[in-house]
């Protein structure tokens, strides 16, 4: 089994295609629309700090929080080698007691999928009412229904580098709409031999109605909902993004 900080240390390289800068143009783009004076960001589930650190640059106030503290250790070198102010905070998405409160939460790249149950999503909303100032935005996605049964489910993904290659296997969950992922790793060794690694997640997400409820439910109102960074909703569409004010 990969530790925490093995696999803190090559998600960058994993994670090297990943659409941040789509994610930084959503948050810019609505934030200017709704609360074009929000200055103050929350960075829920900020991984190593690469969307964290593209919304410092472009001017925002922005705390992260990630519940690996390997994670938030690059995140935090990341920080100081780009000489940017960020604050890291090693918490959990369902407790974000003591951190302030803030124009927009934030939380992409399905973070909230990981949260094994609907209690914890409900925990997760809740507590994201509570870190914002009155009128601030929650703005976050999930994985579709769609993309968790006909994209995953019984799909094998693999991809051969010289540093790193991987095995990717996912397979129908426990519940309705979730994924369990097999992963192994081949991660190349000074000396040129490779050294394998296992990883194990889970992922789990819901209705479109079903999280509109939810939020209804934690003080929200919900002011849009689309897809695949602004598209609109599809039988197909991928991921699902919803806007969300505190009432």
């Not at 094994?116 to 579709?144: C, M, T, W």
């Not at 979730?178 to 296992?198: A, G, M």
């Amino acid at each position: 089994m990969m530790n925490y900080e093995q696999f803190a240390y090559l998600y960058d390289q994993l994670m090297k295609d990943a659409p941040y800068d789509e994610w930084l143009n959503f948050t810019k783009d609505k934030l200017h629309l709704y609360l074009p004076e929000a200055s103050e960001l929350l960075d829920v589930g900020c991984g190593t700090g690469e969307l964290l650190l593209r919304l410092a640059k472009a001017g925002y106030d922005v705390t992260g929080v990630d519940l690996s503290s390997d994670m938030l250790v690059v995140a935090n070198k990341k920080v100081e080698a780009e000489k940017v102010t960020a604050k890291l905070f090693e918490q959990d998405m369902r407790d974000l007691e003591g951190l302030g409160h803030f124009d927009a939460v934030l939380t992409y790249c399905d973070s909230l999928n990981y949260l094994p149950n609907e209690d914890d999503v409900q925990a997760a909303l809740s507590a994201f009412n509570r870190s914002l100032k009155d009128n601030g935005l929650l703005i976050f996605d999930v994985h579709s229904c769609y993309k968790m049964d006909e994209i995953f489910t019984g799909q094998v993904f693999a991809d051969a580098d010289e540093q790193i290659s991987y095995i990717w296997q996912a397979f129908e969950g426990e519940y309705p709409y979730s994924v369990e992922h097999d992963l192994t790793f081949f991660v190349q060794n000074e000396d040129q031999t490779y050294t394998r690694y296992e990883e194990f997640h889970e992922q789990r997400t819901y209705s479109i109605d079903q999280y509109k409820q939810w939020l209804k439910d934690a003080g929200f109102s919900v002011l849009e909902i689309s897809a695949d960074f602004g598209g609109e909703v599809t039988e197909v569409s991928e991921r699902i993004f919803f806007v969300a004010q505190k009432i």
